[in-house]
């Protein structure tokens, strides 16, 4: 809502000189002292991404070096996967929970931390300690959970506080031993702008998160518990992810086409997304679900939002109950 007046007041390049420029200049510089008070990070070691994938690259292949060797677990994004490829590396096994032994970990070690899995939510209790560098994943768990005292480089991304999408902030700790894996000229972290527009609104977003969060965790919590007690009383052969983060879920229905489940809850009016399998580029089921041992078929996810009421989710909840039964007959 606020986007349109944000246009109006940060089109200018906050690099540059003239009094529109130093108006943007103080803007940008709000919304970074914002983020870093609700991350809990110095504001100088803040750099916005118009890509928040590209944060997985610039930070573990900046902390990255050829006597070092590259550690993180069989439940991390895909995107940590494809950086552990072109390094010496251990993948670390989860337990039926999710729970990560750190204990392999050395002390020429950059571990790969994930606070909170986007699929099911479940959420990393255990530190590595003895290691060289320590990245941090926090692109679902956004302010919920602080980070560990060693961090050396973390990542968040702008919609897991209802920010708008297409930003990531990354912050690369003044104490790590990080060096920029792209070609520069300068002591720059991100070569190309970022849109002015797009950090200012999730400064804004953010505020408004963390009050809201506040006064609605338990809410959530209880729209949580709902959800999974209605799908475990009600509708057989399902299996839940472990949980953590109230608001993330993850469900898998047996006999059941995820993707033919998810196309129909969203033509009879509810979003959700899946891990089974529903995209084109990749028909594998969910490699989270399956480093588990939960079900992989017909998986659906689920993201519970501020905004969301008690009324929407039994309607949810009935009418899916209504397709599962209707798809296994």
Avoid at 72 to 97: C, G, V, W
Avoid at 108 to 127: A, F, K, P
Avoid at 183 to 203: E, F, M, Q, W
Avoid at 212 to 231: C, G, P, Q, W
Wanted: glycine content about 6%.
């Amino acid at each position: 809502m606020a986007l349109p007046h944000i246009f109006e007041a940060s089109w200018p390049d906050p690099t540059k000189l003239g009094v529109d420029s130093k108006s943007a200049a103080i803007l940008l510089n709000e919304a970074r002292e914002t983020f870093a008070g609700h991350l809990g990070v110095r504001s100088d070691e803040i750099s916005f991404l118009g890509e928040p994938n590209l944060g997985f690259h610039l930070a573990l292949n900046g902390l990255l070096a050829p006597s070092l060797r590259m550690v993180y677990s069989n439940i991390d994004r895909m995107e940590i996967f494809a950086i552990a490829q072109s390094h010496p590396n251990l993948k670390l096994a989860t337990s039926a929970s999710g729970e990560i032994d750190f204990k392999e970990c050395a002390n020429s070690d950059v571990v790969s931390l994930q606070l909170c899995n986007r699929e099911t939510g479940i959420i990393q209790v255990g530190r590595p300690e003895n290691c060289a560098e320590l990245f941090v994943d926090a692109t679902a768990s956004g302010t919920r959970i602080g980070l560990p005292e060693n961090w050396s480089a973390a990542l968040w991304d702008s919609t897991s506080w209802a920010g708008p999408s297409g930003l990531g902030i990354l912050a690369i700790s003044k104490k790590a031993k990080w060096k920029n894996p792209l070609p520069h000229l300068d002591g720059r972290v991100n070569p190309g702008p970022t849109s002015l527009p797009l950090i200012v609104a999730s400064a804004l977003a953010i505020d408004s998160w963390v009050a809201d969060e506040k006064n609605l965790a338990a809410k959530i919590t209880a729209i949580n518990t709902e959800i999974r007690t209605y799908i475990t009383t009600k509708i057989p052969d399902s299996d839940l992810a472990p949980g953590g983060a109230d608001h993330l879920l993850s469900a898998s229905f047996l006999y059941i086409n995820a993707e033919q489940l998810v196309t129909i809850l969203a033509d009879k009016g509810f979003a959700v997304d899946s891990g089974s399998a529903c995209s084109a580029a990749n028909m594998e089921p969910s490699h989270v679900l399956a480093a588990l041992g939960t079900l992989t078929q017909g998986n659906i996810r689920l993201t519970i939002h501020h905004g969301t009421t008690f009324e929407e989710v039994k309607a949810f909840l009935e009418v899916l109950e209504q397709t599962v039964s209707e798809l296994r007959a």
